[in-house]
């Protein structure tokens, strides 16, 4: 009985195997690529519109960006009051 399981588990773990390998999956991908392709080909969008592109920052970034900058003023402090701590004792 043992023996007819372990035979059992191999036959469904050989099947999988050549499911994976040998499937349709890559054939469909591929035609379904194809059908997406011959989709945009097929449909031009063609817009009378025009549109600015905006490059200012807006208040979050320019908020983040002064932060940033007292941040690195702060720790540049701290580095050296510890630099200069450190030097006192050497």
Known sequence: MK?????LGLVIFLMCLLTVFFGDHQVSKTMFQRRIDA???STTI???YITVADTSDNNVSL???????YCVY??????EL???????FL
């Open 3 to 7: 023996q007819f399981f372990v035979n």
């Open 63 to 69: 908020f983040v960006g002064v932060m940033s900058e």
């Open 39 to 41: 989709f945009e080909e």
């Open 82 to 88: 510890f630099s200069n701590f450190i030097s006192l």
């Open 46 to 48: 063609s817009s009378s």
């Open 74 to 79: 702060i720790i540049e402090f701290i580095g």
